[in-house]
């Protein structure tokens, strides 16, 4: 079978198509014919040695995101079929509650293998049936992007109708949370550095739109349009330069949800005395357990929501797959379509 790996340490580049003998699903573990995978920013990193990815050994076959056919399954796998469509969770070693040391080393297309190849053996407990109305490309955008940002307003979140949410960008995570916001009732404000980006993001629900490119003060006009006294959950994706900003719109008692760095990793500006005498909550967000995977997962189906795909490329366009998140381009999730390969 076909599958994509680093063949060397560093960079899009160094993906190159390999043939390995197609795997044999053990006890309680099914064999998945992938339909299609989805890229996140974090894909980037990891492309670079970063993320504490184990690239460095060479061999890491790339994409956390990825959904497709059961073909097979092993001794003891009881609650899938041969023919049943799946999607992977992004922590295969999470089933449930507050994180683990343990179960932050289980995310594929990092600490284990990903899903860019033909087949994948997956443990059965790792895998959850796809929504019916979805594609496998929008199945394979649930795994990292839409848990992190159920996890961030429904999970940890707990947003309630009528909560003012501003979420950041219009890239995966973003207009997951503007959906999940919708999808409970809740009033959204999204930044984007693009008016075009905007009025797409309006048509999807959004209630407000902000360009951060020219209104540097993006923080104190989500806190306006928000009125009251400022916004109950900030989607926090850009980090050292956004931080600022956001601390300026959630109103106090507020949550500041931690996902992205997309601007840096580190923060010097911020004021301490703000956060502590407003009694904002500081929620750090890292995907989510896979009993979070499932519940997100019914919510889309009694929902009818579709994820919002940009672009699907085919398997031999990888390197080309990377090259257009780096770029930006891109409005919502960029899949690679796997079964034509
Ligand atoms: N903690 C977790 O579990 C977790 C899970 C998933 C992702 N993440 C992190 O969340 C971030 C977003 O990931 P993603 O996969 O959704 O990324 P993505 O799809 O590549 O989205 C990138 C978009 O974010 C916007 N953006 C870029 N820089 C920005 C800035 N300085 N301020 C505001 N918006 C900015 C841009 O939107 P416009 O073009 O509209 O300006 C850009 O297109 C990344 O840092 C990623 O590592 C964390």
Same mark, same amino acid.
């Given at each position: 079978?076909?599958?994509?790996?680093?063949?060397?340490?560093?960079?899009?580049?160094?993906?190159?198509?390999?043939?390995?003998?197609?795997?044999?699903?053990?006890p309680?573990?099914?064999?998945?014919?992938?339909?299609?995978?989805?890229?996140?920013?974090?894909?980037?990193l990891?492309?670079?040695?970063g993320?504490?990815?184990?690239?460095?050994?060479?061999g890491?076959?790339?994409?956390?995101?990825?959904?497709?056919?059961?073909?097979k399954?092993?001794?003891?796998?009881?609650?899938?079929?041969?023919?049943?469509?799946?999607?992977?969770?992004f922590?295969?070693?999470?089933?449930a509650?507050?994180?683990?040391?343990?179960?932050?080393?289980?995310?594929?297309?990092?600490?284990?293998?990903?899903?860019?190849?033909?087949?994948?053996v997956?443990?059965?407990?790792g895998?959850?049936?796809?929504?019916?109305?979805?594609s496998?490309?929008?199945?394979?955008s649930l795994t990292?992007?839409?848990?992190?940002?159920w996890?961030?307003?429904?999970?940890?979140g707990?947003?309630?109708?009528?909560?003012?949410?501003?979420?950041?960008?219009?890239?995966?995570? +973003?207009?997951?949370? @503007?959906?999940?916001? !919708?999808? =409970? %009732? $809740?009033r959204?404000? #999204?930044?984007? &550095? +693009?008016?075009?980006? @905007?009025?797409?993001a !309006?048509? =999807? %629900? $959004?209630?407000?739109? #902000?360009?951060? &490119?020219?209104?540097?003060?993006?923080g104190?006009?989500?806190?306006?349009? $928000?009125?009251g006294?400022?916004?109950?959950?900030?989607?926090?994706?850009?980090g050292t330069e956004?931080?600022?900003?956001?601390?300026?719109a959630?109103?106090p008692?507020?949550?500041l949800?931690?996902i992205g760095?997309?601007?840096?990793?580190?923060?010097?500006?911020?004021?301490?005395?703000?956060?502590?005498?407003?009694?904002?909550?500081?929620?750090g967000?890292?995907?989510?357990?896979?009993?979070?995977?499932?519940?997100?997962?019914?919510?889309i189906?009694?929902?009818?929501?579709?994820?919002?795909?940009?672009?699907?490329?085919?398997?031999?366009?990888?390197?080309?797959?990377?090259?257009?998140?780096?770029?930006g381009?891109?409005?919502?999730?960029?899949?690679?379509?796997i079964?034509?390969?």
């Amino acid at each position: 079978m076909r599958a994509m790996a680093f063949a060397e340490t560093t960079g899009f580049d160094a993906i190159a198509a390999i043939d390995r003998p197609t795997p044999e699903p053990g006890p309680g573990e099914a064999l998945v014919k992938m339909g299609a995978a989805s890229l996140n920013y974090r894909d980037l990193l990891i492309a670079k040695g970063g993320y504490r990815s184990r690239q460095k050994q060479q061999g890491l076959v790339p994409l956390s995101d990825g959904a497709g056919t059961v073909t097979k399954i092993g001794t003891n796998v009881h609650q899938f079929n041969e023919g049943d469509r799946v999607t992977a969770c992004f922590f295969q070693d999470w089933p449930a509650g507050t994180a683990t040391e343990h179960a932050m080393e289980s995310d594929t297309g990092r600490a284990v293998d990903g899903m860019l190849q033909e087949y994948c053996v997956i443990p059965a407990s790792g895998l959850v049936h796809t929504p019916d109305h979805l594609s496998d490309a929008e199945a394979a955008s649930l795994t990292c992007a839409g848990l992190t940002a159920w996890s961030a307003i429904v999970r940890l979140g707990q947003a309630q109708p009528g909560d003012a949410i501003l979420t950041q960008g219009t890239g995966g995570v +973003s207009l997951f949370a @503007l959906q999940f916001a !919708k999808i =409970l %009732g $809740a009033r959204v404000a #999204i930044t984007s &550095s +693009s008016d075009a980006k @905007l009025e797409r993001a !309006k048509a =999807l %629900g $959004a209630d407000h739109g #902000i360009n951060y &490119s020219t209104n540097e003060k993006w923080g104190q006009a989500a806190k306006d349009w $928000a009125g009251g006294d400022g916004i109950d959950n900030v989607i926090e994706l850009g980090g050292t330069e956004t931080i600022k900003q956001s601390l300026i719109a959630v109103r106090p008692g507020g949550t500041l949800s931690l996902i992205g760095v997309l601007s840096g990793a580190t923060t010097g500006n911020v004021l301490l005395p703000f956060i502590i005498s407003r009694d904002v909550r500081l929620q750090g967000v890292t995907v989510g357990p896979m009993d979070a995977m499932a519940q997100m997962c019914k919510a889309i189906e009694a929902s009818k929501m579709h994820p919002v795909i940009d672009k699907v490329f085919p398997l031999n366009e990888t390197i080309n797959a990377y090259q257009y998140v780096a770029s930006g381009a891109h409005f919502g999730k960029v899949c690679i379509s796997i079964d034509d390969a």
